[in-house]
């Protein structure tokens, strides 16, 4: 079994930068690839981030490519998204996924999720 925590949301201003992190406890084969997706207010869940197993790398969604980075610590069991120059439209519940297979951009639908963090910018 699997356990994902995710931590690191707030409120913080246009322009900045967050942390999320995940405590990824569990089976090391379905934590092969860990993701992150989020959901806005009446909005559909976004994939947001992926990094697969094997060194095989990362993806990411359009609407956050060149501003968020996705990393592990495999000795922490730790995943983290590294989030700058936020602004409005990633206001949004932030989850952590992980599982035995990608089902990027559907990062939602991997086997394990957490409960999610929020994170609202503000102008």
């Known amino acids: 079994q699997v356990q994902l925590v995710e931590s690191g949301g707030g409120s913080v201003q246009a322009g900045g930068s967050l942390t999320l992190s995940c405590s990824a406890s569990?089976?090391?084969?379905?934590?092969?690839?860990v993701g992150w997706f989020r959901q806005a207010p009446g909005k559909e869940r976004e994939g947001v981030a992926i990094?697969?197993?094997?060194?095989?790398?990362?993806s990411y969604a359009d609407s956050v490519k060149g501003r968020f980075t996705i990393s592990r610590d495999i000795s922490k069991h730790m995943v983290y998204l590294q989030m700058n120059s936020l602004k409005s439209d990633d206001t949004a519940v932030y989850y952590c996924?992980?599982?035995?297979?990608?089902?990027?951009?559907?990062?939602?639908?991997?086997?394990?999720r957490g409960k999610g963090t929020l994170v609202t910018v503000f102008s």
């Open positions: 569990g089976d090391g084969d379905n934590l092969r690839y």
């Open positions: 990094l697969r197993a094997f060194g095989a790398g990362t």
């Open positions: 996924a992980a599982g035995p297979a990608s089902y990027w951009p559907r990062v939602y639908e991997m086997t394990f």
